[in-house]
Structures are given as structure tokens and as C-alpha cells.
């Protein structure tokens, strides 16, 4: 049983137009999938290490405990992960499911690579397949004999949906439906709670969130021919309750004025740089968001403190 690695990852132009895109916008955000490329990947799976970060801990024993009704309400098929990162969380559905066959996606090649084959390890005589591109732009899966004529099953874990804005998660769960030809999708989604510790989450002690937020300007400095000084920005992240969500921001310590894809972008001190969002939808909301982009959440299992939520989505 092999791993086969199929490579749709955006071109560098795609990757010039959308950051002109995101720089001459107000305010200054890129699209959060440019995080991860593979330091950023890193610094995420670190950042799901921090004693602030629960969500992953949260969600991990949330499948554990559950893994067998899952695989129940789900029935049969090809298990087809949007977004795997570094650190699978598909195991005890795999073994619950007694999958034949995995199919994971990731923008990250080397994220994708890591994952699949720690997953292998664990799970020898599954046949697995990656996908390295931007699920959020792929109109259909790529024709393959794990994926042709057979049933499938979504998982999007890890409340990855909150980093997009919601007009754009609706979007997004659309194209799942269409993607998934008509089956089931598991989407694990964090709750909004306590701003104080949301905050703390998303700005560790340790400063891995701030060194993950800095990374994207490594990162553009290195495709996009940059010059920017990584510590000319300090890191924030705040909670916006009007909008339901954690901003993260790069914030410019100074007036200057930076290089990057062949040309010059101005900030004055105090302006910001926005990485990401995180939106926490409470279930009322999480139903509301389906329903807008043709899903029903049939079921809904929950950690004890009801801090965050695996649902159960049909056509
Ligand atoms: C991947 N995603 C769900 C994370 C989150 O919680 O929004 C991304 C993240 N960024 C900084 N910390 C976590």
C-alpha cells in the first residue's frame, strides 16, 4: 500500500496577484492559507502544543471518545480530509470506519508528506492518497482510482472554517457539498467563550502564535522577492465581539516602506497588517451557516464544558 502525492498547488503568479490583491485592500489582509507553507505548518502543529491553544487537545479527545458513532452515522466511504496539517487527527475514525482507503488535501506539500506518512505508520494497509492545493479554489477532486465511483465522506476538523469570513465559509461548504458528491462531511467547529482566555490562545506566552504570524512575511520576503524586516511588526490578537472572531494582526513598529513583489508598499506606524481571523460560531450559528450553503446538521457531539463541537452535515 503506497502514498501518492498529486501536486495542484497555485502557480508564483496566482500567488503575486493575490497578495497585490490583499496589500491594496483596507485594511492589509492576505488569504490565511499563505501561513502555511512549511515552517508555517510547523509553527502551527507547535502552536496546538501551548498550554493556551486547547482546541486541538479538545477536538482530539472529542474523537476519541466518539470515533465509533461517527463512523455509524457516517455509513460507508473514502474519507477525504480538507486541510490535514501536520498533525492528523483522522486515526480513530479511520480504525472506526475500518477505511481500506484515506485521501487528505493540504496547501502544504511538505505538511501533506509528514502527515500521510505518520498516518501510514499507524495504519499499514490503508492506500493513501494527498492532494497539495487550495481546497478553497478546487472545483472538482482529481480523477483517481481512490477517489472514482466511490462514496465519499468529508472531514474538515479543527474549526479551520473560522479563518475564512463567513460569506466565504458559505462558499466554501458549498463547494464541499459539490466536491463530495452527495455525501456526509464531519466539521469540527470552537465556540465563541471567555475573551480573555481566546485571546491568550491566539497570543501565547511563549510567542509561537507571534512567530507563526511573522513567518508569513519570511515567507513572502523569500516567493515574492521581499525585503521586509520581520521585527519591524509586533503581534496582537484581539476579540471582536460585534463579528464573533479573533483578529491577528502585524502591527508596523515604524513608518517605512517595504519591497515586495517588484514594488513599494508604504505603512505608517500603528498600521496593520491582518493575518487571519479565527470566527467562533456558537451551534445556533454553525446551523444557520449550513443551512446557507445547502447543508443540514443532522447530529452534534460535544466536549463536556460544550467549548466546541463535531457536526454532522447532510445534504
Ligand atoms: C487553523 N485554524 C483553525 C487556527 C485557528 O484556531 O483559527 C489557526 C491559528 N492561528 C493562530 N493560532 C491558530
Not at 95 to 101: D, V, Y
Not at 190 to 211: C, K
Not at 268 to 296: C, F, M, N, Q
Request: aromatic fraction near 6%; charge should be negative.
Amino acid at each position: 500500500m503506497t502514498i501518492e502525492l498529486l501536486d495542484l498547488h497555485p502557480e508564483p503568479a496566482d500567488l503575486r496577484r493575490l497578495v497585490e490583491e490583499g496589500l491594496r485592500s483596507s485594511p492589509r489582509q492576505l488569504p490565511a492559507w499563505l501561513l502555511y507553507d512549511g515552517e508555517g505548518s510547523r509553527l502551527f502543529a507547535a502552536i496546538c502544543e501551548q498550554p493556551e491553544y486547547s482546541l486541538t487537545r479538545t477536538e482530539l479527545a472529542l474523537l476519541d471518545q466518539h470515533a465509533k458513532a461517527m463512523a455509524a452515522a457516517v455509513g460507508k466511504g473514502v474519507m477525504v480530509e480538507f486541510g490535514i496539517g501536520h498533525a492528523p487527527k483522522v486515526s480513530p475514525l479511520l480504525n472506526a470506519m475500518e477505511a481500506s482507503s484515506f485521501v487528505a488535501l493540504d496547501i502544504s506539500r511538505s505538511a501533506l508528506q509528514e502527515a500521510l506518512e505518520g498516518l501510514k505508520a499507524d495504519h499499514p494497509t490503508v492506500s493513501m492518497l494527498g492532494i497539495c492545493c487550495d481546497h478553497s479554489q478546487l472545483d472538482v477532486l482529481p480523477a483517481h482510482p481512490l477517489l472514482d465511483g466511490q462514496p465519499l465522506v468529508g472531514f474538515f476538523p479543527g474549526s479551520s472554517l473560522g479563518n475564512f469570513r463567513p460569506d466565504e465559509a458559505v462558499e466554501l461548504l458549498r463547494r464541499f457539498r459539490h466536491l463530495l458528491r452527495g455525501g456526509p462531511l464531519l466539521l469540527g467547529l470552537d465556540q465563541p467563550r471567555d475573551p480573555t482566555l481566546l485571546e491568550a490562545a491566539y497570543d501565547d506566552a511563549a510567542g509561537v502564535s507571534a512567530a507563526f504570524a511573522r513567518n508569513l512575511l519570511t515567507r513572502l520576503n523569500r516567493d515574492l522577492q521581499g525585503d521586509i524586516d520581520p521585527t519591524s511588526f509586533s503581534y496582537r490578537a484581539r476579540w471582536q465581539p460585534q463579528a464573533s472572531r479573533i483578529e491577528m494582526a502585524l502591527v508596523s513598529r515604524c513608518d517605512q516602506t517595504l519591497q515586495l513583489a517588484g514594488r513599494p508598499w508604504s505603512f505608517t506606524s500603528g498600521d496593520l497588517w491582518i493575518t487571519e481571523h479565527s470566527v467562533k460560531y456558537s451551534p445556533t450559528a454553525a446551523a444557520d451557516l449550513a443551512l446557507r450553503a445547502g447543508w443540514r446538521i443532522e447530529q452534534r457531539w460535544h466536549d463536556a464544558e460544550d467549548h466546541l463541537s463535531m457536526h454532522l452535515l447532510l445534504p
